[in-house]
């Protein structure tokens, strides 16, 4: 059975730091990441990264966050640097694995960032 969990959300004030991880259980992962999602707004891609450790950002997010990837742990981690209050979201981890030749994507239940003074 495939589980994603994540971690790391909590209050943050304005410029400061969080660190979100997210681990994928029963299944080999391709692509793993991070959207977002505010209230009212579409759901985001913020940052993905491929198996081989490719990585792409959001325009709004690069340079302030990081993703990073530790395949023997299946975790996807996200370091947010010099956060701002439009940042503040639902943030989803997702992951990707083959199923035949088809792609499904897995999604964790979501942990809240808030950023404010």
């Known amino acids: 059975q495939v589980q994603v969990v994540e971690s790391g959300g909590g209050l943050v004030q304005p410029g400061g730091s969080l660190r979100l991880s997210c681990t994928a259980s029963?299944?080999?992962?391709?692509?793993m990441g991070w959207y977002r999602q505010d209230p009212g707004r579409q759901r985001e891609l913020v940052a993905g990264?491929?198996?081989?450790?490719?990585?792409n950002y959001a325009g709004s997010v690069k340079g302030r966050f990081t993703i990073s990837r530790d395949n023997a742990k299946n975790t996807v981690y996200l370091q947010m640097n010099s956060l701002k209050l439009e940042d503040t979201a639902v943030y989803y981890c997702?992951?990707?694995?083959?199923?035949?030749?088809?792609?499904?994507?897995?999604w964790g239940q979501g942990t809240q960032v808030t950023v404010s003074s």
């Open positions: 990264v491929s198996s081989e450790g490719t990585a």
């Open positions: 997702y992951a990707d694995r083959k199923d035949g030749s088809v792609l499904l994507t897995h």
């Open positions: 029963g299944s080999i992962f391709y692509n």
